[in-house]
């Protein structure tokens, strides 16, 4: 995670592999910027409190799960940003 006046980047890594938090909420909940993080807010604390929301709601592989489920979860989100529509 990074942090300067709010939370930035939050990226999950299992060894050599990592995710970034858009494309791990993709692979686990099904729908694209569906999540709560990043939320806009002024209170810096917002990002923290949405993030803790989406993990609770969709980050049991990360959080509880064995590393098989987070790199299933790595390997469909993969397979996701390959056969999503890019912008031209």
Do not use: N
Request: hydrophobic share 30%; no cysteine; net charge negative.
């Amino acid at each position: 995670m990074h942090f300067r006046q709010s939370l930035g980047l939050v990226t999950y890594h299992l060894g050599e592999t990592s995710l970034s938090h858009e494309d791990y909420m993709w692979a686990v909940s099904g729908r694209r910027w569906s999540t709560e993080y990043p939320g806009f807010s002024i209170d810096p604390l917002d990002g923290f409190r949405h993030l803790r929301a989406d993990l609770e709601k969709h980050g049991s592989s990360f959080l509880t799960g064995s590393d098989q489920d987070f790199l299933d979860d790595v390997g469909r989100a993969t397979l996701l940003k390959k056969s999503s529509p890019r912008l031209p």
